[in-house]
């Protein structure tokens, strides 16, 4: 009797724990696997929007896409970009929540310039970009560097300086995001076994490597991906 209790009991946790998680699952069918699923069987086919057939071609999208220079050279620098954002933006992002999670001086000031390229809209960012990069003495960068005799190259049109700039311009913009993700995890770091480890005699390098790097990978880990996702598209 006791047993056949203890197997009710354990069905209806399992059944409670399903009805938990079923309207988060039924969400991700139908808003995320369903779409991943029909975009892949779409892309084996050829349809014909204006009579509104379609062939089954199996992987023949796919080889022309590789054959078009192109697409080679977009994803070529699709990589480069985010091999530059993703790594910056992790760095500074940590570091500034580090130095504001410290409650050091002026630290609401800092808080608010961070994140306001994130509430700013896009397109006014990239305008106000477009306007502060231009060639010549034109632009303000430029017009800036002149005054020390430096002469500023044209940075959204030459080889080697574009990709910088974009790169540079994207990291500002979303830099205030995962400043504020970080600063959530700093603030909730156990306060004791840092302290402890202070008593202990670590120094500021060990302590971040050994102590509060390890309780912030969880949070830069899902930083990292997030971040790729985002540089990627």
């Given amino acids: 009797m006791r047993i056949e209790t203890l197997k009710a009991s354990h069905r209806r946790e399992a059944v409670i724990g399903w009805a938990f998680i079923a309207p988060q699952m039924a969400g991700f069918i139908i808003f995320v696997l369903f ?78 310039i961070i994140f306001l390229p994130v509430v700013t809209s896009g397109v006014a960012w990239a305008i106000v970009w ?3 990069l231009q060639g010549g003495d034109a632009g303000p960068v430029n017009a800036f560097l002149s005054l020390f005799g430096i002469t500023g190259p044209n940075w959204l049109f030459e080889k080697g300086w574009a990709m910088g700039s974009v790169i540079v311009t994207r990291v500002m913009k979303n830099l205030g995001m995962n400043v504020l993700i970080f600063m959530g995890a700093v603030l909730n770091m156990p306060g004791d076994v840092i302290e402890a480890a202070r008593i202990d005699g670590a120094k500021r390098f060990t302590l971040f490597f050994k102590i509060k790097l390890p309780l912030l990978m969880p949070t830069v880990m899902m930083v990292t991906i997030v971040t790729i996702i985002g540089s990627m598209r």
């Fill in 130 to 132: 477009k306007y502060l």
């Fill in 35 to 112: 779409p991943l699923v029909s975009v892949f069987l779409y892309s084996m086919q050829e349809k014909n929007l204006l009579f509104g057939t379609s062939l089954f071609i199996g992987l023949e999208n796919f080889r022309l896409l590789a054959q078009d220079p192109l697409f080679t050279k977009s994803l070529v620098n699709t990589l480069i970009f985010s091999a530059g954002v993703v790594p910056l933006n992790l760095v500074f992002s940590l570091l500034l929540a580090l130095y504001l999670g410290g409650g050091r001086t002026g630290t609401r000031f800092v808080r608010g």
